[in-house]
Nanobody
Framework: QARFVESGGDSVQSGGSLRLSCEIS????????MGWFRQPPGKEREGVPV?????????EYADFVKGRFTISLARAVNTLYLQMNALEPNDTATYFC????????????????????WGQGTRVTVSA
């Protein structure tokens, strides 16, 4: 049973930085993919991941975080990171890490991540 545990959430001022960590255990990395999602206060968790990374190290970012956030994976310590710079009040949310398996999507004509394991979330608050 895979387990994902986030940490690192905090309250910062606009323009500040945070690094979120996600400790991973019991997870099979073969053909795997991992990502960070977020849920703003009072809203549903966003369906578009903030950032994703696969086992080959290929990363993708949502347009609204490109150039500000960096996702990385340290296999040696089984930890997924999200470095967040130039934080804005709109980044205020609970951030979740998740892991799954890469699958071929006929509908998309490419690979997609089937997320199966989720963390409990860590809260980030950015004040103006």
């Amino acid at each position: 049973q895979a387990r994902f545990v986030e940490s690192g959430g905090d309250s910062v001022q606009s323009g500040g930085s945070l690094r979120l960590s996600c400790e991973i255990s019991g997870f099979t990395y073969t053909s795997s993919c991992m990502g960070w999602f977020r849920q703003p206060p009072g809203k549903e968790r966003e369906g578009v991941p903030v950032a994703t990374i696969d086992v080959e190290g290929t990363t993708e970012y949502a347009d609204f975080v490109k150039g500000r956030f960096t996702i990385s994976l340290a296999r040696a310590v089984n930890t997924l990171y999200l470095q967040m710079n130039a934080l804005e009040p709109n980044d205020t949310a609970t951030y979740f890490c998740a892991g799954g398996t890469l699958l071929w999507s006929v509908a998309r004509g490419g690979l997609t991540c089937a997320y199966k394991s989720w963390g409990q979330g860590t809260r980030v608050t950015v004040s103006a």
